[in-house]
């Protein structure tokens, strides 16, 4: 796996894997500019997302073509995550232990693995790009150019909202088989409104490498 340069705040620990798949934020939900807070670390996908977009931007031209393939899946695969409800971690006293569990017809199942699996639980998970474009996306331009808007660190704490929502949505100990109409037709709300959101900034994203476009990052 290949390991962005660490600088003076961005020091890897050499136990985990160096690309994270969620991020965290603090008491504000502002994402970390770094991934250490004292002792502890801190998962930072969108610092990361940041460090590829640059590198690809600056270097892509004379990058041996198997690394920018790996850097720009790892784009394409942290666009996604960070844009999964259930993978920004919250201060403690925002939720307590946020990684709860939830049930399903009696058998624990866990809050990340409950949105994770969303779209197999709706009845989706086989459906084609296509269908799923035909059916779902109606997003309007304004509101696809409101989402391309903003720094990483915008689209964080927009994410930050979604994972408001699914807390809000499934809490601790639910039993999701019990779920009511209501409550599985937010949920169906969420997991559409995260997979269009994550996947119009993925394309603003590709534009911005490729067409030497402009994506506001931490460095600007």
Not at 23 to 47: K, P
Not at 121 to 137: I, L, N
Not at 141 to 168: C, F, M, N
Request: net charge negative.
């Amino acid at each position: 796996i290949l390991r962005r340069q660490p600088s003076d705040m961005d020091a890897y620990p050499t136990n985990i894997e160096p690309w994270c798949h969620s991020y965290t934020v603090d008491s504000l939900y502002n994402t970390y500019r770094h991934n250490r807070e004292g002792d502890e670390y801190i998962r930072n996908a969108v610092m990361d997302l940041d460090g590829l977009i640059e590198d690809l931007k600056a270097n892509k031209d004379n990058m041996d073509k198997d690394e920018c393939m790996v850097k720009l899946s790892l784009v394409i695969h942290l666009v996604g995550d960070m844009h999964c409800p259930c993978h920004v971690g919250f201060p403690e006293e925002t939720f307590p232990h946020y990684k709860y569990n939830l049930t399903n017809k009696g058998k624990k199942l866990g809050f990340h693995g409950y949105w994770d699996g969303s779209m197999d639980r709706q009845g989706r998970g086989k459906w084609t790009y296509e269908k799923f474009a035909a059916r779902v996306d109606n997003v309007s331009p304004e509101q696809v150019a409101a989402w391309q808007s903003g720094t990483l660190e915008d689209w964080g704490r927009d994410i930050v909202k979604l994972g408001h929502r699914a807390h809000e949505i499934t809490t601790k100990d639910m039993d999701i088989a019990q779920m009511t109409k209501e409550q599985k037709e937010a949920s169906i709300a969420l997991t559409d409104e995260a997979i269009l959101m994550g996947g119009y900034r993925l394309a603003h994203v590709l534009n911005t490498i490729f067409s030497d476009g402009n994506i506001k990052t931490f460095n600007e």
